[in-house]
């Protein structure tokens, strides 16, 4: 549940509540309403349930909605009737609420409303361009067509995210283990050895007097650092909540050395694999650049596709306003420019598509690859300092001992 202030069409503000399971999809369900901007969007924290600490158990996941739609396709294939599918996809659903949302739907269709209708009633599972493909396939008389595009498009983006988060997962793993090795030696094993030293009254070499200087710091500052960092955390979290700050994020994202290139080349690949799918569904252009808008998850790259849209109204066409804006790569306007003269511009943005997937995903494992080596060479001399730092001044007291 996310509470949100937004402007209407004929510029009132509004503030409601609206049932959404991501930021992402309130924010569609929103501008699917036809709120004009949304200025606020805070989710409400709903009492602590089972359901609510393990979504992912209890929730409707991706891959559940891509199989429904690859089952759906298949029986209406086959000739069944969509309400018969749906009474048989319904019985074989793994989890409950997909169960229960399933069984929604048929109540929608027996009610009157098309597929497409009763689909937008449950926008935190069927994102508002799942909606708008099914629509355009159900007026076209082809919905099973629409329900593979859908399912092949869902189907893609697990899998990038997929691969983004396997190969994060590792760089990740190590620097936690890292940190956490690095404060048990501080906190467990240099306290005994610093009251060894003083007693013995050894020497202590300069490493060793900044170990045992920054040790005194994190302990005896232990609780004002807990806390400055909890507060330094919650007012980014704060900032970043905020249409300003979202703002600056994403901006921030776009300019970040080698990671801003991979996030300009992710949502390229996502506005190609977006609108291919839309202009094979048969939706027309204007309609094509909203959802495109819309669903773009960068606010940059959402304003650079606005200007597209406008120039594209006013007859420039894509490639020229394009060429315009440098957030856009040659790549792209080159491409576009060749599908505009030929008239294959849904083949020509798909081929992109599978393009730019495969380039995002060498930049991720070259960025990965960059990142193991530095980390293990950091912590190698983290660890070597340490050590040096400990057993330069014990050998020193045996010497001495001797």
């Known amino acids: 549940m996310y509470q949100f202030t937004a402007y209407t069409l004929d510029k009132k503000i509004v503030q409601g509540n609206i049932d959404a399971t991501s930021e992402n999809m309130a924010e569609e369900a929103l501008y699917q309403a036809g709120y004009q901007r949304v200025l606020s969007l805070r989710e409400i924290r709903p009492r602590l349930s089972l359901k609510a600490l393990f979504p992912t158990l209890f929730g409707v996941k991706s891959q559940d909605v891509i ?75 082809n919905l099973e067509v629409g329900l593979r595009q859908v399912a092949g498009y869902m189907g893609k983006r697990a899998v990038t995210t997929s691969k983004v988060k396997r190969a994060l997962a590792y760089p990740a793993m ?55 960092a909890f507060i330094l955390v919650t007012l980014v979290v704060v900032y970043t909540r905020l249409p300003a700050g979202k703002l600056t994020m994403d901006r921030l994202k776009l300019k970040m050395p080698l990671i801003g290139s991979i996030a300009i080349e992710h949502n390229v690949c996502h506005f190609c694999q977006i609108t291919s799918m839309l ?10 650049m909203d959802i495109a808008i819309q669903t773009s998850g960068n606010r940059i790259i959402r304003q650079a ?29 080159e491409m576009v420019a060749v599908g505009e003269k030929t008239g294959t511009m849904d083949s020509t943005l798909a081929t992109l598509s599978d393009y730019y997937e495969e380039r995002v995903e060498q930049r991720i494992n070259t960025l990965v690859s960059m990142i193991e080596p530095v980390l293990t ?26």
């Open 67 to 141: 199989d429904f739609s690859h089952q759906l396709a298949t029986l209406i294939e086959s000739g069944v009737t969509i309400l018969t599918a749906l009474e048989l996809l319904k019985a074989q659903a793994p989890r409950e609420a997909f169960r229960n949302i399933i069984g929604g739907l048929i109540d929608e269709l027996q009610g009157g409303s098309s597929f497409s209708q009763a689909l937008s009633k449950y926008p935190e599972v069927f994102s508002y361009t799942y909606c708008q493909v099914l629509k355009a396939s159900e007026q076209a008389g």
């Open 174 to 228: 190590v620097l936690l283990m890292a940190i956490g090795v690095f404060v048990l030696l501080i906190t467990v094993a240099l306290p005994p050895l610093m009251g060894l030293f003083e007693s013995l009254g050894a020497e202590l070499p300069l490493a060793t007097t900044l170990l045992i200087a920054t040790a005194d710091f994190f302990i005896n500052y232990q609780f004002y650092l807990l806390w400055g």
């Open 279 to 288: 202009l094979k569904a048969g939706l027309p252009l204007p309609q094509v």
């Open 305 to 333: 596709l606005g200007d597209v849209r406008e120039k594209l109204l006013q007859g420039q066409g894509w490639s020229q306003p394009m060429a315009e804006n440098e957030l856009f790569p040659p790549l792209l306007v």
């Open 377 to 402: 060479v950091a912590i190698g001399l983290v660890v070597a300092f340490i050590a040096l730092s400990l057993i330069t001044p014990l050998y020193s007291i045996l010497r001495s001992i001797g």
